[in-house]
């Protein structure tokens, strides 16, 4: 059985810390020329990917751990990407209600990137307190993936990837529960999030050989 938890400003037994302020790249930067290659993840992708990538060297040996709730494949929590983390569900009865507020990895870090095979952006997470936390790395992804996209995005992708995107994007706002948030929704056009074509399930986060860069898993 699952449970839910829900963000709040204020921290109780059942609450983690409020929305931290998130840190990311701009939509399209006027000085990348070509899109940037994002490394590769050891574990099978859900299909193939848009932009190539190879497999990076393996991690050291003194790569910090990732917080249960992020580690991949199997984190131990439920949530999709296209939704906020205010309402993900808690998969472990191990895991402390409490444990948005805290950090992300151990030892922790003061920062982190975050980049996904399926995207030519990558993430950068800055902590709102003192170290990045699980809800700063959460917040980040979401708030990364909610940002528009610069024509020219889709514009170098191959014509089935770009068919792909659309798809993506026609799903998401045709799916919302009114026909007002739908109309609402499909105005603010194409979003970073609809480059994952689909595959927007959260399976946490797989480390490369930079101990502050991680690479997103994500599956249908």
Known sequence: MTRKVH??????????PAVPPLSHSPPSPASSGSLPTPPNVPYALPGSTPYPFVLPPKPLHHQPQLHVALAGPHPNIRYDCKHSPSHLSIMSRHISPHFASESATYPPMTSMTISSPYLPW???????????????????IYGGLRA??????LARMAREHQNGVRKAYENRYRRMRSSSDAASEK??????????????????????????????????
Not at 7 to 16: A, E, G, L, Q, Y
Not at 188 to 198: E, S, T
Not at 203 to 219: A, C, D, K, Y
């Open 148 to 153: 528009g996209i610069h024509p020219q995005d």
């Open 122 to 140: 990558t993430f950068h997470v800055t902590p709102r307190h003192a170290v990045v936390s699980v809800s700063d790395v959460l917040y980040a």
């Open 7 to 16: 963000f709040s400003d204020k921290p109780t037994v059942h609450h983690i």
């Open 187 to 220: 105005a603010k056009g194409v979003k970073r999030v609809d480059f994952l074509m689909g595959h927007t399930t959260f399976m946490g986060l797989t480390p490369t050989s930079n101990p502050t860069h991680w690479v997103i898993i994500t599956s249908k």
